[in-house]
C-alpha cells in the first residue's frame, strides 16, 4: 500500500535554470496562495538516492506540477536535451495510478499544443500554458486549482509573489547564495510564501484535494 498524502504539500517539476526564476518564484506563491507547501528535488538533500528522494516527495504530495517548456539543448559536448521533467512527470503518472491515487498532476508549458506532439500519451491533457513571467505562472496555478474554495484573488497571489520575490532578491545580494535553486534558500522561500499568504489571503486553509479515490 502507498503512503496517504500528506495534507497540503505539492511537488513541482522545473528546469533549475536562470531563465525559470519568475516561473519558479510563482509556483512558490501561488501554491502558498492556496494553502500548500511545495515540496522539489533539492528540498530533501539527504543520504537517499535522488530518484528515490523524488519518488516519495511525489507519492506524498497532494499534487504536483510538471513544467515541460524548456527544452534547449545544453552547452557542453555532447549537446542533450534535458529529459528530467518529462522523466519525472511519468513518476507522477504512476503514482496516481497506483501508490497513491488521490494524487493530481498538472502540466505547464510555454508553446501552446506542443506538449501534445512531444509527449503524444498526455493527449487531451488539460496544458495550463504561460509565459515564464510571474502573472501568467499565477493565472496558471489558478487555472489548474479553480476546484478550490475558498481560492485567493490574482491580486492577492501577486501580494504574495512580490514578497516571494524580494526574498530571492536579498538572499542573492545581501546573503550571497550564488543561487535560490538551493535547499536552504527554497526553504527560506518556503516559510516567506506561507506567512505572506497567511496575511494577504483571508480565511486561507490547508489545501484538501476536491479528488476522492474510488
Known amino acids: 500500500m502507498g503512503r496517504s498524502s500528506q495534507a497540503g504539500t505539492a511537488f513541482i517539476n522545473l528546469a533549475y535554470v536562470d531563465s525559470n526564476v519568475e516561473l519558479y518564484l510563482g509556483l512558490l506563491a501561488g501554491l502558498a496562495g492556496f494553502g500548500l507547501a511545495p515540496v522539489a528535488a533539492m528540498h530533501d538533500p539527504g543520504s537517499d538516492p535522488q530518484l528515490s528522494r523524488i519518488y516519495r516527495l511525489i507519492e506524498e504530495s497532494v499534487i504536483s506540477f510538471h513544467d515541460l517548456s524548456y527544452v534547449s539543448l545544453d552547452p ?58 510571474a502573472p501568467s505562472v499565477l493565472k496558471a496555478v489558478s487555472n489548474a486549482l479553480a476546484r478550490h474554495n475558498p481560492r485567493p ?17 536579498r538572499l542573492t545580494s545581501d546573503e550571497g547564495w550564488s543561487s535560490i535553486f538551493l535547499a536552504a534558500p527554497f526553504n527560506d522561500l518556503r516559510v516567506v510564501a506561507a506567512g505572506s499568504a497567511a496575511t494577504h489571503v483571508p480565511g486561507l486553509k490547508p489545501y484538501v484535494s476536491p479528488f476522492r479515490t474510488r
Request: glycine share 4%.
Open 153 to 169: 484573488t490574482l491580486q492577492q497571489l501577486s501580494e504574495v509573489y512580490d514578497d516571494v520575490a524580494t526574498t530571492a532578491q
Open 76 to 133: 557542453p559536448s555532447p549537446r542533450t536535451p534535458r529529459f528530467n521533467m518529462p522523466f519525472e512527470l511519468g513518476l507522477a503518472v504512476a503514482v496516481a495510478l497506483s501508490a497513491n491515487r488521490r494524487h493530481r498532476w498538472f502540466l505547464l508549458e510555454k508553446v501552446p499544443h506542443r506538449a501534445a506532439k512531444s509527449l503524444s500519451d498526455i493527449s487531451g491533457t488539460n496544458v495550463q500554458i504561460h509565459d515564464g513571467l
